[in-house]
C-alpha cells in the first residue's frame, strides 16, 4: 500500500458521502483500527510478561475497556472545548501539584498522588501530559507565529513550572514527557533555529549543573549504571545486564511466545510494566520488534498527517505535540530497556501493565480524533 | 487579538509543515536508531546474550552423593544419615532485617559466632534472594518453634540436607572414627569435582580409611532456576553414585560388653576373629560422642574432653603404647623354643632373681622368694621372669627381634585400621640411633619380660596372640567384612604381605599353646581364677606394666595418686584351645595386676562370644522360623 494512499485514505470516500459513520462517531477508522492491533497483541505479551497470570491479563483489559471510553468521550469533545478549558484546566493541574507535594500521598519514597475525598486516587502529573502541551498551544496560538522570544520564553514557563514540580516528587519519567510535550509545542510553533541551537548550547552547559545541584544520588546511580551496568552487576546494573540478556537471546525470530526464559525465571525484573519490551524481544525476536516498531510508526504517521491537516494554529500545534509525547514515550522506553538510556519510570505505550498512562495516551488519541473528526468541511 | 481561524494564514500552515518534517526526519531517526540497537543486540551479539541467558537460566547442580552406610557384622547399623535442619534467611525478602534476627534469636539459640558469620556473608557479593544461612542443626524443639512463627518471618527458610550420624556413638567412637566438616588442609587434597557438594568427609578410623569407598561419586543436574535460586525444573539429571555400604567384622554386642566391662575405668580391649583376622571388638574407654564433632564441635565441649584426664579423645586400643610386660612371654616361648634357646624340658633354678654374672646388678622376679625348679611349662603359667630373663640372655637381641618382628610387633600390621602406632622392637640398630649407645645384655633380660624399652600396643598384642592361635599363619587384622555390592573385598584390603611363622618344629605351637592353657586353667596358673568353670579350653598370658611418669606440676590427692600410680593390668588370650574364635589383647590402666584385673574381663568376653552370642543367634533363628510358621 502506498504511502500516501494509506495516509490519504479517509480523505477518499468512495461512497460520495461527505460523513459516514466513522464521522458521526467523531472515530478516525485508521487509528482506531491500529490502535486495536497494538493491544490485542499487547495482551498476549502482557500475558507472557506477567508469568501467565491470566489476572493480570483481565485487569489490564478492564483498564484499556476505559482507557477506550476515555477516548471516545474526549473524541466527541469539539478542540475549542479543550482550548477554551486550557487555561483553568492547566491552574487546577498546578494546584493539584502543589497540593500532592504539600499533603500527597506515595509509595516508595516519592509523592505522586492525591487521594482527595469522594475522588478516585490519581496522578496530577499524569494529566499534566495533556494540560501543558493544550496550555502551551493556547498560549502560542493566540500570537503570531512563529512566536516572538517574548512568547517563547513564557511558553517554556508554562512547561518549566509543573516540570520542576515534578521532578520534585520526584518523578523523572513523568516530568521528561511533560516537558517534551511543552517543547514540542514550542518547536512546532516555529521558534527559531538560533534559538533552538541557544538552547541546546544552555542545555549542554546546564547539564553538568544538573549533575552537581539538582540530581538525586539514586538518578546520578542510573546514568553511571547505564555508562558500565557491570560496574554493579547485582545492584543497579542487574536490570540492564538482563534486560539487555533477554533481548540479545531472542535473536532473529525469538524463543517462541511463553518461552521467554528471561521473564518467566524471574532474572527480568518489572517484566510485565516497563520492561515488557524486553519479554516481546526475547519470545518474539528482531521480527517481533519490527512488527512492533512498524504498528508505531504508523500510528504516528496517522497522527502526524492528523496534525497537518488541521485547520487551526491551536489544533496542530496540540496534536503534533500529541503525537511527539506518544513517540517520546516509545523512544524513552525501548531505549533505556536496551540500554541506550538511563532508566526512568516510562512504561511502554499501551502494553506496560498500567491503568493510568493507558487512559492518558486513550485521551490524547481521543483528542486527536476529535481534532481531525470535527474539521469544517470548507469548500468540501 | 481575535481566535484562530482568522489568523490561520497561509504561512503559519507551511511553516508547521516544514516543522512537521523535521520532526518526521528526527522521528525516522531515532526509531531507526532504536531498531539498530535491536539489530546490534539480536543480530551482532546474539550468541553473547545466549550464552548469558542460558547461564542465568540452566545452572548446573552438583549432586553429593549419599555416603554409605555402616553396619556391623550383625546387620546393626552402626553409622547412618540423617536429615539436619539450618535456618536460612533471604536478604530481599526479609521484612526489617534486625528485627527479623532479633526475633530469631528469641525462637532459636542463635550465638554470636553465627550472627558474626552471617553478618560477614551479608557483606559478601552475591546474586539477590541467594540465601545466607544463619543457624545449622536445629532441634526438635526449635523446628516446631519456628513453624509457628513462620508466618511473622517473611525470608526465612528452612533447608535440609543429610548428615553422618552415629547411634552408639560413644560405642564405636575409636574404632569406626567420625566424619566433619572438609577444612582447609583437605580441601588440598581432594578431587574438587567429586566433592562440589559434599561438606563432610571422613577424619578418622574407618570412615577415614574408606573415605573413598564411603564417599560415592558426585552427580549432576542441570537446573533452571529463577533469579532466586529456586529451582523450578530439573532438566537432565545424572545421578550421584552413593557410596558403598561397608560391613564391618565388629560385633556391637561385643563392643558394647567390652566397653561395660572397663566402664568406669580406662583401658582398650582388642578382640580379633583368628581365623578372618576380623577385628570383633576394638574399644578404647573412655570413649566420645562422635557426633558433637560432625557438625563442629563447641570450643568449650572441645576443651572438655581434650583436658580431661582421662583421655577419652585418646586411642588407647591403637595409639596407647605400653611396655607389653609378662604378656610378651608365649611369643618370647616361641622365638626360644624355635632358635634353641631351651626346649620343653629345660629347667632353670629360679632363687627370686637373676644375675649377668657372679658379681653383676640383680633383676628381680615378681614372686621374691623364687619360683624354684621351673620348666618352661611352669615358667608360663607362674609368669617366672627369671626364666624368662635366661632364655632372652640367650638368644641375644638379634634373634628376639628377628622373631618378635614375624610377630607384628614394631610395625602396623592391621589393614585397614587408620592412625595405628607401631609401638616399639628395640634392635641393636635402633639403640645406636637414637642413644648412640650399644646393645648391653642388661637390655636383654629387660626385653625377655616385656619391659624396658618395648612398647606395645593392644592391637599389636592381639594381633600376635592371634597368631599364636592360628599356630603361625597369618591372618592381618582388619575391620571390613564385606562390601554391600558386588565390589569384592579384596580390591579395596591393602595386600599384607606377612610370610606365615614356619616352625622348624610345628609341634612348638602346640606346646607352647598349651602352657597358656595351663596359665589359665593349671593349678598354679596366674589366671586360674578367671579360667575356671568354663565348659570350654581357653589359652592366655596375664601381664602387669609399670606405669613410671607423672606429670610433675599436676596435683593430684593422696588417693588418686595412688590409684594412678598402680600397674597397667594386661591380659591376651584366645579361645578355644582347639579351632580358637576369638583372640584378644585386654589392658587396664592402672589396673593393678593382670590376673586380677585383666583376666576376668578376658573371661568375660569369652563367654559372650562362644556361649551367650551363639545361644542369642539360636533363638533369633528359631523365632524366625516359627514367624514364618508351617510351609
Same mark, same amino acid.
Given at each position: 500500500m502506498a504511502l500516501n494512499e494509506f495516509i490519504g485514505s479517509s480523505e477518499a470516500n468512495p461512497l460520495g458521502r461527505p460523513r459516514g459513520i466513522w464521522s458521526t462517531l467523531h472515530l478516525d477508522p485508521i487509528l482506531l483500527f491500529l490502535l486495536l492491533a497494538l493491544v490485542s497483541a499487547g495482551l498476549f505479551v502482557l500475558y507472557s510478561g506477567a508469568d501467565r497470570n491470566i489476572e493480570v491479563v483481565k485487569a489490564q483489559g478492564v483498564r484499556l475497556g476505559v482507557a477506550f471510553v476515555v477516548m471516545l468521550v474526549f473524541a466527541q469533545l469539539d478542540p475549542s472545548v479543550f482550548r477554551r478549558w486550557a487555561p483553568w484546566l492547566y491552574g487546577a493541574g498546578v494546584v493539584a501539584l502543589i497540593a500532592v507535594l504539600v499533603v500527597g500521598v506515595g509509595a516508595k519514597g516519592a509523592q505522586r498522588w492525591l487521594a482527595l475525598?469522594?475522588? *478516585? /486516587?490519581?496522578?496530577p502529573s499524569e494529566l499534566m501530559k495533556l494540560v501543558v502541551p493544550m496550555m502551551a498551544a493556547w498560549y502560542l496560538s493566540r500570537?503570531?507565529?512563529? *512566536? /516572538?522570544f517574548r512568547h517563547v520564553a513564557v511558553g517554556l514557563a508554562i512547561v518549566l513550572v509543573p516540570m520542576m514540580m515534578i521532578i520534585k516528587q520526584p518523578d523523572l519519567g513523568t516530568s521528561l514527557l511533560v516537558g517534551m510535550a511543552g517543547v514540542f509545542v514550542v518547536f512546532f510553533a516555529g521558534i527559531s533555529w538560533k534559538l533552538i541551537a541557544a538552547f541546546i548550547a544552555m542545555v549542554s552547559v546546564s547539564a553538568p549543573m544538573m549533575w552537581f545541584f539538582v540530581m538525586r544520588d539514586y538518578q546520578k546511580q542510573r546514568v553511571l549504571t547505564l555508562l558500565d551496568?557491570?560496574?554493579?552487576p547485582l545492584g543497579a546494573g542487574w536490570n540492564i545486564i538482563q534486560s539487555k540478556t533477554a533481548i540479545g537471546s531472542?535473536?532473529?525470530?525469538?524463543?517462541?511466545?511463553?518461552?521467554?526464559?528471561q521473564s518467566h525465571l524471574e532474572f527480568l525484573p518489572e517484566s510485565h510494566t516497563d520492561f515488557i519490551v524486553a519479554v516481546l524481544a526475547e519470545e518474539f525476536g528482531f521480527i517481533g520488534m519490527l512488527i512492533l516498531m512498524t504498528v508505531y510508526f504508523l500510528i504516528i504517521l496517522r497522527c502526524l498527517y492528523i496534525a497537518v491537516t488541521a485547520q487551526d494554529s491551536f489544533s496542530r500545534l496540540l496534536a503534533g505535540a500529541l503525537t511527539m509525547t506518544f513517540f517520546i514515550y516509545i523512544f524513552v522506553n525501548v531505549g533505556m530497556v536496551s540500554g541506550?538510556?538511563?532508566?526512568?519510570?516510562?512504561?511502554?505505550?499501551?502494553?506496560?501493565?498500567?491503568?493510568t498512562s493507558s487512559v492518558t495516551l486513550m485521551a490524547a488519541f481521543g483528542v486527536l480524533m476529535s481534532i481531525h473528526t470535527h474539521r469544517r468541511m470548507i469548500g468540501a | 487579538m481575535p481566535w484562530g481561524e482568522f489568523k490561520d494564514t497561509a504561512a503559519e500552515r507551511r511553516l508547521f509543515q516544514r516543522r512537521t518534517l523535521v520532526v518526521m526526519a528526527l522521528i525516522m531517526l531515532m526509531i531507526g536508531g532504536l531498531i539498530a540497537r535491536m539489530y546490534q543486540l539480536q543480530i551482532v551479539e546474539h550468541d553473547i546474550y545466549t550464552t548469558l541467558s542460558d547461564k542465568n537460566r540452566v545452572q548446573v547442580q552438583s549432586v553429593p552423593p549419599p555416603r554409605g552406610l555402616i553396619y556391623d557384622r550383625?546387620?546393626?547399623?552402626?553409622a547412618e544419615n540423617r536429615p539436619v535442619f539450618s535456618v536460612t534467611l533471604v536478604p530481599e525478602r526479609v521484612d526489617g532485617m534486625d528485627h527479623t534476627l532479633s526475633q530469631l534469636g528469641d525462637i532459636l539459640d542463635v550465638s554470636g559466632e553465627d550472627l558474626e558469620r552471617f553478618h560477614r556473608r551479608l557483606q559478601e557479593p552475591r546474586r539477590p534472594f541467594q540465601e545466607i544461612p544463619l543457624?545449622?542443626?536445629?532441634?526438635e524443639q526449635e523446628m516446631a518453634r519456628l513453624a509457628v512463627h513462620r508466618h511473622e518471618l517473611p525470608g526465612v527458610e528452612v533447608k535440609a540436607e543429610l548428615v553422618r550420624f552415629y547411634p552408639h556413638s560413644t560405642l564405636t567412637s575409636h574404632s569406626l572414627g567420625f566424619v566433619g566438616r572438609i577444612n582447609r588442609d583437605e580441601l588440598q587434597r581432594i578431587d574438587p569435582v567429586n566433592y562440589a557438594g559434599t561438606n563432610y568427609i571422613g577424619k578418622s578410623g574407618i570412615e577415614r580409611f574408606y573415605e573413598e569407598l564411603l564417599h560415592g561419586t558426585v552427580g549432576y543436574q542441570h537446573v533452571e532456576t529463577n533469579a532466586r535460586g529456586r529451582?523450578?525444573?530439573?532438566?537432565?539429571r545424572e545421578n550421584p553414585v552413593p557410596g558403598e555400604d561397608l560391613q564391618l567384622h565388629l560385633d556391637l554386642r561385643l563392643q558394647k560388653r567390652a566397653y561395660d566391662l572397663l566402664d568406669g575405668r580406662r583401658g582398650a580391649i582388642v578382640a580379633i576373629e583368628?581365623?578372618?583376622?576380623?577385628?570383633?571388638a576394638l574399644a578404647s574407654v573412655p570413649?566420645?560422642?562422635?557426633n558433637k564433632f560432625v557438625t563442629g564441635i563447641s570450643v568449650k565441649d572441645y576443651r572438655e574432653l581434650s583436658e580431661?584426664?582421662?583421655?577419652?579423645?585418646?586411642?588407647r586400643a591403637l595409639r596407647?603404647?605400653?611396655?607389653?610386660g609378662s604378656t610378651l612371654k608365649p611369643m618370647l616361648a616361641i622365638a626360644a623354643l624355635d632358635s634353641g634357646a631351651?626346649?620343653?624340658?629345660?629347667t632353670i633354678w629360679d632363687p627370686g632373681y637373676f644375675q649377668l654374672n657372679n658379681s653383676g646388678r640383680r633383676y628381680r622376679?615378681?614372686?621374691?622368694a623364687g619360683h624354684g625348679w621351673v620348666d618352661l611349662m611352669d615358667a608360663m603359667a607362674e609368669s617366672c621372669d627369671v626364666y624368662f630373663y635366661e632364655i632372652a640372655v640367650k638368644m641375644g637381641v638379634d634373634t628376639i627381634y628377628s622373631y618378635l618382628s614375624r610377630f607384628g610387633?614394631?610395625?602396623?600390621?592391621?589393614?585397614?585400621?587408620?592412625?595405628a602406632l607401631s609401638g616399639l622392637l628395640p634392635s641393636r640398630d635402633w639403640k645406636r640411633a637414637m642413644r648412640s649407645e650399644p646393645w648391653y645384655p642388661g637390655d636383654s633380660v629387660n626385653l625377655g619380660i616385656g619391659q624396658g624399652f618395648m612398647l606395645a600396643t593392644p592391637l599389636q598384642l592381639a594381633t600376635a596372640t592371634s597368631l599364636i592361635a592360628n599356630r603361625g599363619t597369618w591372618v592381618e587384622p582388619r575391620?571390613?567384612?564385606?562390601?554391600?555390592?558386588?565390589?569384592?573385598?579384596a580390591q579395596y584390603l591393602p595386600d599384607g604381605g606377612h610370610e606365615p611363622l614356619t616352625?622348624?618344629?610345628?609341634?612348638d605351637w602346640e606346646f607352647v599353646v598349651e602352657t597358656m592353657a595351663e596359665v589359665m586353667?593349671?593349678?598354679?596358673?596366674?589366671?586360674r581364677r578367671a579360667g575356671s568353670d568354663a565348659p570350654y579350653r581357653m589359652a592366655g598370658k596375664t601381664g602387669t606394666a609399670q606405669v613410671f611418669s607423672l606429670a610433675e606440676d599436676e596435683e593430684y590427692d593422696a588417693e588418686e595418686i595412688r590409684e594412678r600410680l598402680r600397674d597397667h593390668a594386661l591380659f591376651v588370650g584366645f579361645a578355644p584351645?582347639?579351632?580358637?574364635?576369638i583372640a584378644v589383647a585386654v589392658i587396664v590402666e592402672n589396673g593393678g595386676g593382670g590376673s586380677s584385673t585383666a583376666a576376668p574381663v578376658a573371661r568375660e568376653l569369652f563367654d559372650a562370644w562362644l556361649l551367650e552370642f551363639p545361644a542369642e543367634n539360636q533363638k533369633a533363628l528359631i523365632g524366625k522360623v516359627e514367624d514364618k510358621g508351617p510351609n
Open positions: 475525598p469522594g475522588l *478516585p /486516587r490519581f496522578q500570537h503570531y507565529l512563529p *512566536p /516572538r551496568p557491570q560496574s554493579d531472542g535473536g532473529f525470530d525469538g524463543k517462541g511466545w511463553l518461552q521467554g526464559t541506550l538510556l538511563p532508566v526512568v519510570g516510562v512504561p511502554l505505550p499501551l502494553i506496560s501493565y498500567g491503568g | 550383625n546387620h546393626i547399623l552402626l543457624r545449622y542443626d536445629l532441634n529451582t523450578l525444573r530439573v532438566l537432565e583368628p581365623a578372618t583376622g576380623g577385628i570383633l570413649g566420645f560422642d562422635t580431661s584426664r582421662d583421655k577419652p579423645l585418646f586411642n596407647g603404647q605400653y611396655p607389653p631351651t626346649d620343653r624340658d629345660y622376679d615378681w614372686k621374691r610387633f614394631g610395625e602396623d600390621a592391621a589393614l585397614d585400621v587408620s592412625g575391620l571390613l567384612r564385606e562390601i554391600e555390592g558386588d565390589t569384592p573385598v616352625l622348624k618344629n610345628p609341634d586353667h593349671g593349678r598354679r596358673g596366674t589366671a584351645v582347639k579351632n580358637p574364635k
